[in-house]
C-alpha cells in the first residue's frame, strides 16, 4: 500500500498559518468534504476531533497525521495542509507542527489503515523527505516530492 495511490494535487492544502489545532483539522475536514460527495464536513471534523481526544497524532519533526474512522466512505481519503508557520499540536517532541497529514478511512478497514499509517510514518521518517516537504511552496511541488520511491531519498 503506497501512499502515492492516494494522493492528489487537490486535496493538498497551502497556507500560511492557523489558529490552533482545531483551526486546522476543520481546513482538512473541509478539503476532504470537498473530494468526497458522501463526506461532509462537519462529521469529518468530529471524528478527527474524537479520535486527538484519544492521544495527539502529532508525531514530532513538525509532522502530524490525524486520522479517522468513517461509516459513510468505501475508499480511504487523504487530505495535507501545509503550513509556514508551526502550531502547537501536542506533538511527542512537543515541538510545533507544519505538515499534516490526514487520513479518512472506512470503518471496516482495519488492516488498510494501520498499513497505510504505518508507511506513511516510515516514509516521513526520513529527513530529506522532510526538509523538501518544507521547502514545498505548492500543491504540485509537494505532489511530485511525495510520489517519489522513498527508497533512492537518502535517509
Known amino acids: 500500500m503506497q501512499i502515492k495511490d492516494f494522493i492528489s494535487e487537490e486535496g493538498m492544502v497551502f497556507t500560511p498559518s492557523v489558529s490552533s489545532k482545531k483551526a486546522a483539522l476543520e481546513l ?7 473530494q468526497e460527495d458522501s463526506l461532509s464536513k462537519s462529521k469529518v471534523f468530529d471524528a478527527l476531533l474524537a479520535r486527538e481526544k484519544l492521544g495527539s497524532t502529532g508525531l514530532g519533526d513538525g509532522i502530524a497525521i490525524p486520522h479517522c474512522r468513517m461509516q459513510e466512505i468505501e475508499t ?21 507542527v507544519f505538515f499534516l497529514f490526514c487520513l479518512v478511512v472506512p470503518e471496516d478497514a482495519n488492516d488498510s489503515h494501520l498499513q497505510l499509517l504505518a508507511n506513511l510514518a516510515e516514509v516521513l521518517d526520513n529527513k530529506q523527505l522532510r526538509n523538501s516537504i518544507q521547502k514545498s511552496h505548492n500543491a504540485k511541488e509537494l505532489y511530485q516530492i511525495l510520489i517519489q520511491d522513498p527508497k533512492h531519498l537518502a535517509a
Not at 482538512?28 to 470537498?34: D, G, K, N, V
Not at 480511504?76 to 510545533?96: F, H, M, Q, R, T
Open 76 to 96: 480511504i481519503n487523504v487530505s495535507i495542509l501545509k503550513l509556514e508557520e508551526g502550531i502547537e499540536y501536542e506533538a511527542s517532541d512537543e515541538k510545533p
Open 28 to 34: 482538512l475536514s473541509e478539503s476532504l468534504a470537498h
